[in-house]
């Protein structure tokens, strides 16, 4: 199955709206829990792969992406890390198949909202220590590296 990504500005209060339209097949996410496009990607490649060979945490393709892009192994700690909130003003999401139409009705498409500068590198749960021990601009990697181990680590 194919998937888009996307990304883009929406108006503070507008997470009801926006959580209206998710579902098994549309991932939803505050985008300052996104490290760039490339992540986003990442996310959703993996969440494919996981599905298509059937060893998913995660019963949907859109919660899989949320577990994936947060490095989370429960969708519970996932949403705390990257789910919408009242104040939540840019978002990106993952549609497998076409998104829906009423998301263009809510977001303005902005690419710019997923900064890897902006990125709060120790709240995604970064150790002070990797930070400290790697030049910044191999941060991005890092995320990257996290998220693309966590099918292959044991439970517990």
Request: charged share 20%; glycine share 10%.
């Amino acid at each position: 199955m194919e998937f888009t990504v996307g990304s883009g500005r929406c108006q503070p209060g507008s997470d009801e709206a926006l959580k209206a339209l998710l579902g098994p097949e549309l991932a939803l996410v505050d985008a300052k829990a996104v490290c760039g496009v490339l992540h986003l990607r990442q996310a959703a490649e993996l969440a494919q792969r996981a599905h298509t060979g059937g060893y998913a945490l995660s019963h949907s393709r859109a919660s899989e992406v949320l577990l994936y892009l947060t490095g989370q192994r429960q969708v519970s700690r996932a949403i705390v890390h990257a789910g919408l909130t009242p104040v939540t003003e840019a978002v990106a999401w993952v549609a497998f198949g076409e998104p829906p139409t009423g998301l263009a009705d809510q977001v303005t498409e902005d690419e710019g909202v997923l900064s890897i500068d902006d990125f709060d590198y120790q709240a995604f749960g970064l150790p002070q220590g990797a930070l400290d021990a790697n030049p910044a601009e191999r941060w991005p990697k890092l995320v990257l590296t996290r998220c693309a181990l966590l099918p292959v680590r044991g439970k517990g």
